[in-house]
Nanobody, 119 residues
Framework: QVQLVESGGDLVQAGGSLRLSCAAS????????MGWYRQPPGKQRELVATITNGVSTNYADSVKGRFTISRDNRKNTVSLQMNSLRPEDTAVYYC?????????????WGQGTQVTVSS
């Protein structure tokens, strides 16, 4: 099992910045991807950004150039720096990890943290 604990969600004005953090603990494998997803009000959960432990990154088009994902493999943490926030970024943000144990992949989620961007 892997436990994920997020922090950093808040209310911010449009154009502002926030930094989300997620700490992973438990049975962390040597091969994994960590990432952030979000679920806007009344909508489905969607990808925001992911980063492998080889630090390859992937971003949703809607956040490219504004958000930056990073990780610290020694501390098993992943962060999401969000700049130039827009009201449409309002959502519950979830930390996610895909852990590979040999050929077995397991997916874990955090409890979510609320980000609200006011116009």
């Amino acid at each position: 099992q892997v436990q994920l604990v997020e922090s950093g969600g808040d209310l911010v004005q449009a154009g502002g910045s926030l930094r989300l953090s997620c700490a992973a603990s438990g049975s962390i494998s040597g091969s994994n991807t960590m990432g952030w997803y979000r679920q806007p009000p009344g909508k489905q959960r969607e990808l925001v950004a992911t980063i492998t432990n080889g630090v390859s990154t992937n971003y949703a088009d809607s956040v490219k150039g504004r958000f930056t994902i990073s990780r610290d493999n020694r501390k098993n943490t992943v962060s999401l720096q969000m700049n130039s926030l827009r009201p449409e970024d309002t959502a519950v943000y979830y930390c996610n990890t895909e852990q590979w144990y040999g050929f077995i992949k397991k997916i874990y989620w955090g409890q979510g943290t609320q980000v609200t961007v006011s116009s």
